[in-house]
């Protein structure tokens, strides 16, 4: 299974990617979890301490990493640089792991994405991401920026789905919309959308009828818990039942519909 997560910042993708990934490993599967949004708050999310997430380097950063794999240095622009560098080893290298096994990796923020930055750290990224999309056989769940600079055409085509996280408004249904016209030029046609932050019916009739084209799986209640988990640092599966329940549902559905993919 390879999921990724995207959304609006604040809208609760960090969530559904952290519970997701709990339940994935509760199974017995092995999960890597992915943070490739540049506020990398996944591993708060996942229960990692304070002291232990000041110890975690972003994979972008690693400038001596990047130049050994890709023979040129971070930063560097044209010149000639390997375009397949060596990253099967990264996922153990450069992970941690929780308690509950689930091994997490920070990629860092891609270098000036939005103007198709041609540098090694971009390359190292992409590279690294379509490895652990396409080439393994983890359970990979990928927490994305409100956009999908990392993924690549060749990535996508790995992903069993693809999710936007979004919340009652309309700002964050214009992203959702947006993320879904990008999708769609990177080959992605079938489009999930997870409502949060949900109060009542609602919200979850209103962010139905605007999101044109995309299938709702399911909704995340709003509740203290999650805002509180956040506040003391824990991990969210553990301080927050409710949305352990509510994204064990959305985990069902989501689980159907690949299976039902994979049979046709």
Known sequence: MKIAVTGKGGVGKTTLSSVLSYLYAKEGKKVIAVDADPDANLATALGFTDSEIQGMRPIAEMAELIAERTGAHPGAMGGVFKLNPKVDDIPEACSRTTAEGIRLLIMGKLREASTG???????????????LVVERG?????????????????????????????????????TALSVRDMAKGLGISQVYVVAGKVRNEADIEFI??????????????????????????????????????????????????VSEAVKH
């Open 117 to 131: 930055c041609y540098c090694p750290e971009n390359v190292f990224l992409k590279r690294l991401l379509k490895h």
């Open 138 to 174: 983890d359970v990979v769940i990928v927490d994305m920026e409100a956009g999908i600079e990392h993924l690549t055409r060749g990535t996508a085509e790995g992903v069993d789905a693809f999710i936007v996280v979004v919340e009652p408004g309309k700002r964050s249904i214009q």
């Open 208 to 257: 139905q009828k605007h999101i044109e084209g995309m299938e709702l799986i399911g909704s995340v209640r709003f509740t203290d818990e999650i805002a509180n988990a956040d506040m003391q640092g824990t991990a969210v599966f553990k301080s927050a039942p409710s949305a352990l329940k509510d994204i064990a549902a959305i985990k069902n559905v989501l689980d159907s519909k």
